[in-house]
C-alpha cells in the first residue's frame, strides 16, 4: 500500500493525501515532522535527507518534494484526470502549479509565520505588510485567468489547482483584509464541494501559536 509521512497540519503533507483521495487511492500516513519529531530519526533521513515532510513510498519508489510527488501520483494513477492528456490544459497545469509555489506561497507562509506560528511579541509587522501587498498583484493574476476558466487548466479541476488550493483555505481562515477575487471565489468555492478538500484540507489550524500547537496535536 501506498505510504505517506507526513502530520496533517503541514500544508506540504495536505497537497499530496488530498491528491491521493483525489485518486481514490488508499494510503497508510505516518504522523511525523513538528511536534512530533521523527524527521531526524537515520531511518528518516534515508527516505528524506532535508529532514521534512511529506515523503511518498510507493512501492520501490520513496520520494520527497510535495509537488513532485503530486506530478508523480497524478501521472501514474491520473492520466485524463488530475492530469490533463490534452497538451494545452497539461501546459496550464504545470505552469500554474509552478506560478503558485513561486509566486504566492511565499506570502500567504509569510503571513501564515507572522500571525501564527510565531508568539505576537516576535510578529513581523513589516513583513506581514510587504507581503499583503505583493499579494494583492499575484492574487490578481490568478483571478484574471480564472475570469476565463472554471479551474487552472480548463474546464477540469487537476493538479494545477492543488497548491493555490492549500493555501488559499489557509489564507482565508487568517485574521486580516484580503483582495476583493470574485473568480477566485468562485473557484474557491468549488474546491469547497470536492469532499477529499474539504476532509484534508479543510481542517483548523488556528490562530495563534497556542491554537496551533494544540490542533496540530489533535490532527495527528
Ligand atoms: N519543498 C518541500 C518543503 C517541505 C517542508 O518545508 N515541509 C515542512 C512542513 S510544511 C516541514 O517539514 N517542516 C518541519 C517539520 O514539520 O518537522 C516540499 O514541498 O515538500
Do not use: C
Request: no cysteine; charged share 20%; aromatic share 10%.
Amino acid at each position: 500500500m501506498i505510504e505517506v509521512w507526513g502530520r496533517r497540519s503541514s500544508s506540504n503533507v495536505q497537497k499530496v493525501i488530498w491528491a491521493l483521495d483525489e485518486l481514490g487511492l488508499e494510503f497508510k500516513r505516518h504522523t511525523v515532522g513538528g511536534g512530533f519529531g521523527g524527521t531526524h530519526d537515520p531511518s528518516y533521513l534515508k527516505m528524506n535527507p532535508n529532514a521534512l515532510v511529506p515523503v511518498l513510498r510507493d512501492g520501490d519508489i520513496t520520494m520527497f518534494e510535495s509537488n513532485a510527488i503530486v506530478r508523480y501520483l497524478a501521472a501514474r494513477y491520473g492520466e485524463g484526470g488530475l492530469r490533463p492528456t490534452a497538451p494545452r490544459a497539461l501546459a496550464a497545469a504545470e505552469q500554474w502549479m509552478d506560478w503558485q509555489q513561486l509566486n504566492v506561497v511565499p506570502h500567504i507562509s509569510a503571513i501564515f509565520w507572522n500571525l501564527v506560528r510565531v508568539p505576537a511579541d516576535q510578529r513581523n509587522d513589516t513583513a506581514i505588510a510587504q507581503a499583503n501587498a505583493r499579494l494583492k498583484e499575484v492574487l490578481a493574476i490568478a483571478d484574471a485567468t480564472l475570469g476565463s476558466s472554471a479551474w487552472f487548466a480548463g474546464d477540469q479541476f487537476s493538479f494545477g489547482d492543488i497548491v493555490l488550493g492549500v493555501l488559499y483555505w489557509r489564507y482565508s481562515r487568517m485574521d486580516g483584509e484580503r483582495p476583493d477575487t470574485p473568480n477566485i471565489r468562485r473557484w474557491f468555492e468549488a474546491l469547497q464541494q470536492r469532499p477529499a478538500y474539504r476532509k484534508w484540507v479543510m481542517v483548523e489550524v488556528g490562530n495563534n501559536i497556542a491554537e496551533w500547537n494544540a490542533n496540530e496535536k489533535a490532527l495527528g
